[in-house]
């Protein structure tokens, strides 16, 4: 049994879970300790104790420890993919690659560990100095979904501990597996006991132990808007400090001038790859009418040739959806969009050669806002086609969502890219691009329901795991 580690010690927990293969359930992948309350408590006491030596300690300790991860990622990252692509069901290329994005993320804050800044600012008292410096937030709890079960981990741990925080961690209780080898790695490098907890289970226990709990000062998610919104209730009670990132329902405008040899691509990457299962995914694709038939022709046919199937022949495009639970609801989002007079493509359940949980793409095609398979996040391998008339009312379109995440515009027009930069209400806007698909190092986050807070990745991560600090001196 794979155990939580609580101020450097491996324990068990108050039951364990049973972690198996999407793609083939009679396979178990292992068996994981799930924590109770009083494991939580013992870790925000243990991250409370650690935090003065290790927010004290040279940032350049901090920065050799996140190198450290950075390397053993990238040396076990075909491994430690197939254990992703074996517990989420995406492709093995795909799970490298996000081991691989965990590491230099890793590497980046090492970086930044010894990059932080504060400022010098003049007093209004010339015998009096103001310097403005940056200090960690304190205990921090970090709570991730199951679809990037390393990435997302990697982007709120490698901050946290390169800015001096201490940490109580609680991955998805779907993908544990992925969550113990990152923090076995993080304790063999040497993470001081109490500075990285893992605490495995359920949100409705530990991880509501975690919003609840007073030596926890400041609370990091991703993961639904359902959750957020109640998670953030709570920690406001507790005035603690709050980033959420959440769903998403992204529209990507296919323009007369598009070229398909780009927008084609990119539409099928941002829509169905991960088996959609992301929150940036291409879910709305708002279509011209001069090129829409043109567009979903090609579109269709490049779609029913996917390859779906177990993610680790090497030539399956599309892995399993991730649990029978999410497998129902994307087919249920399949009925409503018939119902609501969408003509569907594709969607239905796949029998594979293994008792998974398999399904073909699918394309809601005459799709409108109105309809809820429209306007609602599926998070699965669904995505909605709509018709528009002209870049105004493309626009249009694309901002009539209660999400702002991302945003895309496939056109050849600058004018065109350039209007909709400025006019999109999303927090990352692509051009040529799918939604999909973003760097290590630069900001991510939204706008509107689909975030709260400062934003996650690059130097901008300071805000959610620094204070700032003004201190006047005068020496008299
Ligand atoms: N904007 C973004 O950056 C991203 C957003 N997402 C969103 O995440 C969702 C899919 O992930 P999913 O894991 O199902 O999302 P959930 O919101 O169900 O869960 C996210 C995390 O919160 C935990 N949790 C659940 N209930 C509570 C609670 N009451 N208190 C504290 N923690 C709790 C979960 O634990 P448990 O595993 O036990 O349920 C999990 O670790 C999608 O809607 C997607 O849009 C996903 C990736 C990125
Ligand atoms: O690309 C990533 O690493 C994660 C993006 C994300 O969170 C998502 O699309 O769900």
Same mark, same amino acid.
């Given at each position: 049994m794979k155990q939580n580690l609580v101020a450097g010690a491996w324990l068990d927990g108050l039951d364990a879970v049973e972690n198996r293969n999407p793609a083939d359930v009679s396979e178990v992948i292992g068996l994981y300790a799930r924590a109770s309350a009083d494991h939580v408590d013992q870790a925000a006491q243990a991250a409370r104790a650690a935090l003065p030596a290790w927010a004290g300690a040279s940032p350049q300790v901090r920065s050799d420890l996140?190198? *450290?991860?950075?390397q053993e990622l990238l040396a076990r990252k075909d491994e430690i993919g197939r254990v992703l692509a074996r517990e989420e069901g995406k492709t093995l290329a795909e799970a490298i690659g996000e081991t691989a994005r965990a590491a230099q993320v890793f590497r980046f804050f090492a970086g930044e560990a010894i990059r932080v800044a504060g400022d010098a600012i003049a007093s209004v008292r010339p015998d009096v100095d103001v310097d403005v410096v940056r200090e960690p937030v304190g205990v921090v709890g970090l709570i991730t979904p199951w679809n990037f079960p390393i990435a997302i981990p990697a982007w709120k741990i490698a901050p946290a501990l390169a800015y001096g925080n201490t940490v109580v961690f609680k991955p998805a209780d779907l993908t544990p597996a992925s969550a113990h080898i990152l923090t076995q790695i993080i304790h063999n490098a040497g993470c001081p006991?109490?500075?990285?907890?893992?605490?495995?289970?359920?949100?409705?226990?530990?991880?509501?132990?975690?919003?609840?709990?007073? =030596?926890?000062?400041a609370i990091s998610f991703t993961g639904s808007v359902p959750v957020g919104r109640g998670l953030a209730v709570q920690a406001a009670?507790?005035?603690?400090?709050? =980033?959420?990132?959440?769903?998403? %329902?992204?529209?990507?405008?296919?323009m007369d001038d598009a070229d398909l040899d780009i927008a084609v691509p990119a539409i099928l990457n941002g829509a169905f790859f991960s088996t959609g299962q992301r929150c940036t995914a291409s879910s709305r694709i708002i279509v011209q009418d001069g090129i829409h038939d043109a567009f979903v022709d090609r579109l269709t046919a490049e779609m029913l040739a996917l390859k779906v199937g177990n993610p680790l022949d090497p030539s399956v495009q599309i892995g399993p959806v991730v649990s029978e639970? =999410?497998?129902?609801?994307?087919?249920?989002?399949?009925?409503? *969009?018939?119902? @609501?007079? *969408?003509?569907?493509?594709?969607? =239905?359940?796949?029998?594979? @050669?293994t008792d998974g949980y398999f399904q073909a793409p699918a394309l809601f095609l005459n799709a409108t806002n109105a309809m809820r398979s429209t306007r609602e996040e599926i998070f699965g391998p669904c995505a909605s086609v709509i018709k528009v008339a002209?870049?105004?009312? *493309?626009?249009?379109?694309?901002?009539? +969502? @209660?999400?702002?995440?991302?945003?895309?515009?496939? +056109?050849?027009?600058?004018?065109?890219?350039?209007?909709? %930069?400025?006019r999109s209400q999303a927090g990352m806007v692509m051009v040529n691009l799918p939604t999909a698909g973003v760097d290590y190092h630069v900001p991510f986050g939204g706008r509107k329901g689909s975030s709260h807070g400062s934003r996650e990745q690059?130097?901008?991560?300071?805000?959610?795991? +620094?204070?700032v600090k003004t201190a006047y001196s005068f020496a008299g």
């Open positions: 996140l190198e *450290a991860v950075a006991a109490g500075v990285f907890n893992l605490v495995m289970g359920q949100g409705s226990v530990v991880g509501n132990a975690i919003v609840s709990h007073p =030596q926890v000062d009670k507790g005035m603690k400090k709050v =980033q959420l990132e959440m769903g998403g %329902k992204n529209p990507i405008v296919v639970k =999410q497998l129902n609801g994307n087919l249920g989002y399949v009925d409503l *969009a018939k119902q @609501e007079g *969408a003509e569907v493509i594709g969607g =239905q359940r796949i029998q594979g @050669e002209d870049f105004d009312e *493309a626009l249009a379109s694309a901002n009539d +969502t @209660e999400f702002g995440l991302s945003s895309g515009i496939c +056109t050849s027009s600058l004018k065109y890219a350039r209007e909709f %930069k400025r690059g130097r901008y991560a300071a805000e959610f795991y +620094t204070i």
